[in-house]
């Protein structure tokens, strides 16, 4: 059963609480989903880095329950 939107931006608010979680359902599917988030916890961290911190809201889901997520991570100015 795919993850719902509200389920993957609760997730990203929990693990990154201030963050903004802007989602849009790439395929029309609920199972293919962008992810841009806006947090401060981003600041001085790489690309890398940055994307490690979102996926880690979801753990095993990654590639299960959530099948795919593009994600664009800001800092804020």
Do not use: C
Not at 25 to 50: C, E, M, T, Y
Request: hydrophobic letters at 45%.
């Amino acid at each position: 059963m795919p993850m719902r939107g509200e389920d993957i931006k609760a997730a990203i608010e929990q693990e990154l609480p201030g963050a903004t979680v802007e989602l849009t359902d790439l395929a029309g599917d609920d199972n293919h989903w962008a992810a841009r988030v806006i947090a401060p916890q981003f600041a001085g961290k790489s690309r890398v880095q940055q994307h490690k911190m979102v996926y880690a809201a979801f753990g095993e889901k990654m590639g299960g329950e959530l099948h795919a997520l593009q994600v664009t991570t800001v800092v804020p100015s």
